[in-house]
């Protein structure tokens, strides 16, 4: 044996606890997921792309000064008319939709008048606010398996199990609710 590594076994027969048997904490750690309420900005920027240029292309919004883009954190769509101002949005929806983006996440305005034009502004929901965070851990608690728990954690929900079945179960149980909020379901362990 090298004497190098020999101080260090002495320091390690010295540490450990002499004569007990080690120590089995039983049982296995709970499961747990995280429900979160997220959207990815760069699909919201590829949705926006494309509806930009429908918007430039489509001729029933030539010469009425329809127009979409970012503002800040905000989507600003302006026409000339509440109608062609509400087409835009839809055709922002549908694109939202094809990239795989709830529309619940969306907080679209009401249109307004601003001087000759009319405008509305979007933007993106993200995070799960208390309200809504409450109405989940009551659903959980009150529908969900028995054994389940869940805690608010700033702006997501996490739950813990002992059994990933009773996970699975809460994960079908929230997709068939009618919720205000999109949900996502994430770090599965």
Do not use: W
Not at 109 to 136: C, F, H, L, V, W
């Amino acid at each position: 044996m090298p004497q190098a590594s020999r101080p260090y076994q002495l320091a390690m027969i010295t540490k450990r606890s002499v004569g007990r048997a080690p120590r089995y904490h039983g049982g296995m750690a709970d499961s747990t997921f995280d429900i979160v309420s997220k959207v990815d900005p760069m699909e919201v920027d590829n949705a926006l792309n494309q509806a930009h240029k429908e918007v430039a292309q489509r001729y029933d919004f030539k010469n009425v000064g329809a127009s979409i883009a970012m503002s800040g954190e905000k989507v600003l769509m302006k026409a000339s008319t509440e109608e062609r101002v509400k087409a835009i949005l839809e055709v922002f929806e549908a694109k939202l939709i094809k990239r795989g983006i709830s529309l619940r996440s969306l907080d679209a305005g009401e249109p307004y008048a601003s001087g000759k034009e009319y405008r509305i502004e979007t933007s993106m929901k993200a995070g799960i606010d208390q309200e809504n965070a409450k109405k989940i851990t009551k659903i959980i608690r009150d529908e969900g398996p028995k054994g389940v728990k869940s805690q608010i954690q700033g702006d997501e929900l996490r739950v813990s199990s002992k059994s990933r079945d009773d996970l699975q179960a809460v994960m079908a149980l929230l997709k068939g609710k009618d919720l205000d909020v999109a949900l996502q379901f994430v770090n599965f362990r």
